[in-house]
């Protein structure tokens, strides 16, 4: 039953107009058009080998400017634990994310619902550059339980086609929202700069009052 839902998010992510159209059949028209954008942005998607593969995930989606590893998960319950084999699973996924720089993925499918029923979260990992730093921003990651244990809830993921709607954005986009990111960065060190320099001025000129008032009551 598993392959059959990898199957389903596999047509969706190589931009088949019948795997996307099949997913969002009850979607509203705007969330439709997002997911359509998969169509002119296409990944090529290939099938783990197998289980014994760690780290590697039930899918692996790649394009020109961005890959990753997709744990795929399909479920009744809006709520996932990890434990045993699927934290093992888990901490694979981050292992690999780490060593190569990649972002893994877990997609998860709910059954019995209308509308999107995938949600996306990212595994978190400390050294992603370029386009796929800036799209880990805009993802969650898994939640954690009280007792920190990351988890899956199918509430707190991105849906689907909003996901495909940031992955189907024109590289000039991407450097764009860099530039915007670096820019802002830039102005609030020249603010703290500005700052530190007045509050230094400040201080000399509250030091120097003290000493103008001595000599004139010396004179």
């Known amino acids: 039953m598993a392959s059959h839902y990898e199957r389903e998010l596999r047509a969706v992510l190589i931009g088949s107009p019948d795997g996307?159209?099949?997913v969002t059949r009850s979607c509203t028209a705007a969330e439709k058009a997002r997911a359509m954008q998969v169509i002119r942005r296409p990944f090529l998607v290939v099938r783990a080998a197998?289980?014994?593969?760690?780290?590697?995930?039930?899918?692996?989606?790649?394009?020109?400017d961005i890959s990753f590893p997709i744990e795929v998960?399909?479920?009744?319950e809006k709520k996932v634990y990890?434990?045993?084999?699927?934290m093992v699973q888990y901490l694979d996924l981050q292992k690999e994310g780490e060593r190569c720089g990649l972002m893994p993925l877990y997609a998860m499918r709910l059954k019995?619902?209308?509308?999107?029923?995938?949600?996306?979260?990212?595994v978190e990992t400390s050294n992603l550059t370029g386009a796929v730093s800036i799209l880990a921003r805009r993802l969650p990651a898994l939640p954690l339980t009280?007792?920190?244990t990351p988890h899956l809830d199918w509430d707190e993921g991105l849906p689907l086609h909003n996901f495909l709607s940031l992955l189907c954005r024109d590289s000039d986009s991407y450097t764009q929202t860099a530039?915007?990111?670096?820019?802002?960065?830039?102005a609030w060190t020249e603010k703290a700069e500005t700052l530190k320099m007045e509050d230094a001025q400040k201080a000399i000129l509250e030091q120097r009052e003290p000493e103008e008032w001595v000599k004139k009551?010396?004179?």
């Open 20 to 22: 996307v159209r099949a």
């Open 82 to 86: 990890l434990s045993g084999r699927t």
């Open 112 to 122: 019995g619902v209308r509308g999107d029923s995938w949600r996306i979260f990212k």
């Open 217 to 219: 009551f010396r004179l």
């Open 179 to 186: 530039e915007t990111l670096r820019s802002k960065a830039n």
């Open 146 to 148: 009280r007792n920190g």
């Open 50 to 64: 197998g289980s014994g593969v760690a780290g590697a995930g039930d899918l692996l989606a790649v394009r020109g």
């Open 73 to 76: 998960k399909t479920t009744k």
